[in-house]
């Protein structure tokens, strides 16, 4: 019998043993309670524990946060976070955050001062940017980036939400992001290659000589597009490139879609239109020159769904006859902010909405 007992106690501890070592194998958790991550830029982040004191130096990273419901976690952001309007809607109106300046160049003694267990930034202005501000503030920082992916944006949920704690409000995001996705790809899935609009990104206001592109663009090919820069080289950023807009001729788009809003672009539809160099290109025939938010003021997972969908509904009207852009984009972001109408708020302030 004790025997018996010894072999059974025996068993457990080589099982308990197990368990323990798989349990170090885990990705994200450390043998002392710390999480370690790797971030966008490749970058590893150790973290004592979760954390709870975040400042975010882009509001990319502001929005990560306020739609994992961890706004009442930030002390800090970047200018631009601190001003927006939709952000002053969701939360900072009610509750002010601190404004630690630009992303490049942030008050480091004012972040210091706030006592972050965690700062997020841009991982687009390289790896040197982050080490420096870690190095200054003896304070954690992870680098995100999107490189306006679908799986960017995911990536960066993935990492904030195992930092923060909010692993289970990443996944339903996560979760409904994909369920929003499969609406349209079920119906843009099977469009023939050649059968796909072609379309020009005119992003970053450039214009006159030149037209900078994002080489990737994850809303154009779900809505059943094909970016014309596709499998372009970037020379800017790494997810962008510069082009003559005689090459944009030569390319002849089927669409274009201008980073702005009526409220502030410096490039519009009538100036597109117009250009005596774009008349024979089918966008401008056709009149398929509009504005879309693009990558204004970051880029992130309600912005990508929404600009999805409206792009689907401007390039394949007869597939989706039932799609409304306006509820649906409410809806989107009630489920990622947590309140009603926003989306359309947001489109009257800037002139997208009627």
């Not at 509750?95 to 008050?107: A, F």
């Not at 702005?260 to 290109?281: C, E, H, I, L, Y």
Request: with cysteine.
């Amino acid at each position: 019998m004790e025997k018996n007992i010894a072999e059974r106690n025996k068993m457990l501890q080589r099982f308990l043993l197990i368990l323990f070592c798989s349990f170090l194998l885990i990705p994200g958790i450390s043998n002392a309670g710390e999480i370690r991550l790797v971030d966008r830029n490749e970058r590893e982040v150790v973290l004592q524990k979760e954390a709870k004191r975040v400042v975010s130096l882009m509001q990319e990273c502001t929005t990560v946060m306020l739609t994992l419901g961890a706004g009442d976690q930030l002390v800090g952001v970047d200018k631009h976070s601190a001003s927006d309007k939709l952000n002053g809607l969701v939360r900072f109106k009610e509750n002010p955050v601190v404004s630690v300046g630009e992303t490049k160049q942030p008050n480091l003694e004012l972040i210091v001062s706030l006592k972050p267990d965690l700062i997020l930034t841009w991982g687009g202005y390289g790896t040197d940017l982050a080490n420096e501000i870690q190095k200054h503030t003896g304070v954690p920082v992870m680098c995100l980036h999107t490189l306006t992916t679908i799986d960017g944006v995911k990536a960066n949920y993935s990492l904030v939400g195992r930092a923060i704690g909010k692993q289970q409000r990443m996944q339903a995001l996560l979760d409904y992001g994909d369920a929003s996705i499969e609406s349209i790809t079920k119906l843009t899935h099977a469009i023939p290659e050649e059968k796909r609009p072609r379309v020009h990104l005119l992003f970053w206001g450039f214009w006159n000589g030149v037209s900078r592109i994002p080489i990737y663009y994850d809303p154009v090919t779900i809505a059943g597009g094909v970016n014309i820069a596709s499998g372009q080289t970037s020379n800017v950023y790494g997810y962008s490139v510069k082009v003559p807009v005689e090459q944009v001729v030569v390319w002849n788009p089927d669409f274009i879609f201008i980073h702005g809003s009526p409220s502030w672009a410096k490039v519009t539809p009538n100036k597109v239109m117009s250009d005596p160099r774009m008349q024979n290109v089918t966008a401008v025939k056709n009149r398929n020159v509009d504005y879309t938010l693009g990558m204004w003021r970051g880029w992130h997972y309600p912005r990508a769904l929404t600009e999805t969908i409206y792009m689907a509904k401007k390039m394949h009207p007869e597939l989706f006859k039932s799609l409304d852009p306006r509820s649906k984009g409410d809806e989107i972001y009630e489920f990622f902010y947590g309140k009603p109408g926003l989306w359309s708020a947001r489109g009257k302030e800037l002139g997208l909405l009627q």
